[in-house]
């Protein structure tokens, strides 16, 4: 059964740093293209970052270009968000979200429960 | 940045009716949109992807159409667990982007 597990979240104060993992099982992770995605309370979606299954690509939405920075671990099934420099308007939902085999960011056939990511002093 | 537009921004509908959602892109995104339905407290599930294919378990009375700006997702007849919000999301330009969503609620 593909599964993936988000960890990580948790409250933080503006300027703070966070680091988000995703623990993925069920699938060879090291075929598949990952994301992330988040959603701020009673919000929509918005794309965060993306990364490709061998690391070669990567991309970062403009609203967290230079703060945050995707990356993965094949060897150990796992995916990362490094969170730096935090703002209030970072306060969301983050999921990780794994790619159909063959696409790039989008769209995404596996979810994970998604992890709580409040930044307040 | 390509803008995904959702109308309309609520749909009251009773099960068994016939649901028509709309999503128009500011620019061309050829056949690369997706369609997710998303339920209180829970994540995203794919429901169409590459305009008009159906993910994995989505039941055929889900259909989706359209290219270039203008695309559809069709609910032939609205089960009980098809009241959720639906939103679209395109990945021909980085970055991706969603729609705001359409809200199928229970009339």
């Known amino acids: 059964e593909v599964q993936v597990v988000e960890s990580g979240g948790g409250l933080v104060q503006p300027g703070g740093s966070l680091r988000l993992s995703c623990a993925a099982s069920?699938?060879?992770?090291?075929?598949?293209?990952m994301n992330w995605v988040r959603q701020a309370p009673g919000k929509g979606l918005e794309w965060v970052s993306y990364i490709s299954s061998t690391s070669s690509y990567i991309y970062h939405a403009d609203s967290v270009k230079g703060r945050f920075t995707i990356s993965r671990d094949n060897a150990k099934n796992s995916l990362f968000l490094q969170m730096n420099s935090l703002r209030d308007e970072d306060t969301a939902v983050y999921y990780c979200?794994?790619?159909?085999?063959?696409?790039?960011?989008?769209?995404?056939?596996?979810w994970g429960q998604g992890t709580l990511v409040t930044v307040s002093s | 940045e390509i803008v995904l537009t959702q109308s309309p921004a609520t749909l009251s509908l009773s099960p068994g009716e016939r649901a028509t959602l709309s999503c128009r892109a500011s620019?061309?995104?050829?056949?690369?949109l997706a369609w997710y339905q998303q339920k209180p407290g829970q994540a995203p599930r794919l429901v169409i992807y590459?305009?008009?294919n159906r993910a994995t378990g989505i039941p055929a009375r889900f259909s989706g159409s359209g290219s270039g700006t203008d695309f559809t997702l069709t609910i032939s007849s609205l089960e009980s667990e098809d009241f959720a919000v639906y939103y679209c999301q395109q990945r021909s330009n980085w970055p991706p982007t969603f729609g705001g969503g359409t809200k199928v609620e229970i009339k």
């Open positions: 979200a794994r790619d159909v085999r063959g696409y790039s960011y989008g769209p995404c056939d596996y």
């Open positions: 620019q061309s995104v050829s056949s690369y």
């Open positions: 069920g699938f060879t992770f090291s075929s598949y293209s």
């Open positions: 590459d305009a008009s």
